[in-house]
């Protein structure tokens, strides 16, 4: 039962909702064809993919090749599913990322699009 279909007068009441993610999560998307994937995401670019059914977790944040720099995320990760494949999850950092496969794979599809650490505040 949806928590907002609840009969009480009192309305919803906090048992009656799941946590999905920890931490400062700030986004989540389910998966419009299979509802018991959620996609969450917390800060640092953390991204969790949890099936609602078995409340498995598993942690799909793109991570650098041991030979590269590691990815600069923001506090709240861009995260959206593809409208057209909702298999195809899209992460931003200081780069875009493309999933095909629901986050088992990434593939970056940009080049970094910060300054790189050498912008200064004032430049």
Known sequence: ?????????????????????????????????????????????????????????????PEAPDSARNYRWNWDTPLQLSPHDPKTVYAGANRLFRSPDRGYTWQAISPDLTAAGTATPWS
Do not use: H
């Open 1 to 61: 039962m949806r928590p907002s279909a609840v009969r009480s007068k009192a309305g919803i009441a906090n048992d009656e909702w799941f946590v999905v993610n920890g931490g400062d999560g700030f986004v989540g998307l389910i998966d419009p064809t299979d509802p018991r994937v959620i996609y969450a995401e917390s800060q640092d670019g953390f991204i969790n993919r949890v099936d609602r059914t078995t409340n498995e977790r598993q942690n799909i944040r």
